[in-house]
Nanobody, 124 residues
Framework: QVQLVESGGGLVQTGGSLGLSCAAS????????VGWFRQAPGQERVVVGA????????YYADSVKGRFTISRDNTKNTMYLQMNGLKPEETAVYYC?????????????????WGQGTQVTVSS
């Protein structure tokens, strides 16, 4: 069993930056693929970025390429999402997720664990 706890959300102005962290419990986290998702009010939860177990493979949604960076530190059981150039439409609750497979995935149904989410609000 893995528990995930996000932190780092908050209020930022358009064009600003914010870094999210996700601390995981459980010894198997370092062998899992992980991802960051976001869900705006009234919308589905969608993938922002994903990372394989060792960081060797990454995926970014087209809308965030070049601005967001997903990373992980398996020695600390922690994953990160650095967000730059934030836009008002990216206001959402951001979730970290993990799956019991080493490869990354871009579909939410392929993940087995997720955190409670952290709110990111981008003001215009």
């Amino acid at each position: 069993q893995v528990q995930l706890v996000e932190s780092g959300g908050g209020l930022v102005q358009t064009g600003g930056s914010l870094g999210l962290s996700c601390a995981a419990s459980g010894r198997s986290f370092s062998t899992y693929g992980v991802g960051w998702f976001r869900q705006a009010p009234g919308q589905e939860r969608v993938v922002v970025g994903a990372l394989s177990w060792n960081g060797g493979h990454t995926y970014y949604a087209d809308s965030v390429k070049g601005r967001f960076t997903i990373s992980r530190d398996n020695t600390k059981n922690t994953m990160y999402l650095q967000m730059n150039g934030l836009k008002p439409e990216e206001t959402a609750v951001y979730y970290c997720e993990a799956r019991r497979e080493p490869s990354l995935a871009t579909v939410r149904g392929d993940y087995d664990y997720w955190g409670q989410g952290t709110q990111v609000t981008v003001s215009s």
